[in-house]
């Protein structure tokens, strides 16, 4: 059966609307980071045989979903106008209560409960002094990452915890069905449910009033200082379940263990879209973002590329994420 004539084509301002809607997604950050993902794959495949291997790939995710895990809640402060850089610090601090509550006796299940709540409770200590004190966050942060490291430098000095319970690898090196390591599991069931919280609740809206206009957001009845404070929390007990991974993945405890994954996590965060001053930003660029910096990171190390020149392009990759939006706005002034 042959299909009727449309009686009513349709008009130059409707094809005018769509073309400019197609135009729109083109010009999405999201688009551009799907086309730089793709071209990391294309380069990798060509650059090593073992690239496309499922299993390679699936492993290769074990290297940076602890990262991943803190750039969501990372998300949020930065798109508040605020920043965290004691991150990593409190993953030392968790790292070693859970290396010396393991001798202690503790299972794992407590192990988990245990580093959450440490990480939480540096989280509190964070927003507690932001928000009640009034101290910019970058300073306040700066001040406890020489903090929760320095109590772990004091804890463990030169020594290392390495003796935990026989089932505790498995979380950090378990695979499910063989396959899918179970820290990556959990990453992609908490970028849903970040990705739900920004972008289809009322706390996510005001979490963007607040980066864009923090005053006109408290004069409209929003609880700024609330909400930095939770945010504040939230990325600490971020930090404590990152840690009981990372923890588990390598099998012991250090004071320098993930030294400088600050500035990696804060990295990811702006290359996923979400503007460094607040205000703006998407759940979905930063989850594409994870993948564009460990699908490059897991090609290099494949071809032997020293960890020196992985920072350096993770650096050269933070400066083009802050520069490209700037150097696009004035270059679209009229």
């Known amino acids: 059966m042959s ?25 999405r ?27 390679n790939l699936f492993d290769s995710t074990q290297s940076f979903s602890e990262k991943a895990i803190l750039v969501l809640s990372m998300a949020l402060i930065i798109i508040i106008g605020d920043i965290d850089l004691s991150v990593a610090s409190i993953i030392a601090l968790c790292g070693t ?20 709540i440490v990480g939480t409770l540096a989280g509190m200590v964070n927003g507690g002094i932001i928000v009640r004190f009034q101290v910019p966050a970058i300073v306040v942060t700066i001040g406890t990452m020489s903090l929760f490291r320095g109590i772990s430098y004091i804890i463990l000095g030169d020594q290392a915890f390495s003796s935990f319970p026989d089932d505790f690898s498995d979380l950090g090196q378990g695979y499910l069905g063989g396959m899918i390591p179970y820290e990556f599991i959990v990453y992609l069931v908490l970028a849903v449910v970040f990705a739900v919280f920004l972008h289809r609740t009322t706390y996510g809206r005001s979490i963007f009033a607040m980066g864009n206009n923090p005053q006109a957001a408290m004069y409209s009845g929003i609880k700024v200082d609330t909400i930095r404070f939770w945010l504040f929390t939230v990325n600490g007990m971020m930090a404590g379940l990152a840690a009981v991974l990372f923890t588990s993945r390598i099998g012991a405890t250090r004071p320098n263990m993930a030294l400088g994954w600050e500035l990696e996590v804060v990295a990811t965060v702006v290359l996923g879209g979400v503007a460094i001053t607040g205000g703006s930003g998407t759940m979905p660029g930063v989850i594409l973002s994870v993948f564009v910096f460990g699908m490059l990171t897991f090609g290099l190390g494949l071809v032997n590329v020293p960890g020196i020149i992985m920072t350096i392009i993770t ?9 490209t939006p700037i150097i696009v706005r004035k270059l679209s002034r009229p």
């Not at 301002?13 to 083109?26: C, Q, S």
């Open 3 to 27: 299909s009727l004539p449309r009686l009513f084509p349709a008009s130059d301002a409707t094809k005018g609307t769509e073309k400019m809607r197609i135009m729109a997604v083109f010009k």
């Open 315 to 323: 650096g050269c990759m933070l400066i083009g994420a802050i520069a």
């Open 29 to 55: 950050w999201e688009f551009i980071l799907v086309l730089i993902l793709a071209a990391i794959c294309v380069f990798n495949s060509f650059a090593s045989p073992y690239f496309l291997d499922l299993h």
């Open 97 to 116: 209560a859970v290396g010396w509550l393991a001798t202690q006796g503790m299972t794992t299940p407590q192990l988990v409960v245990a580093s959450v």
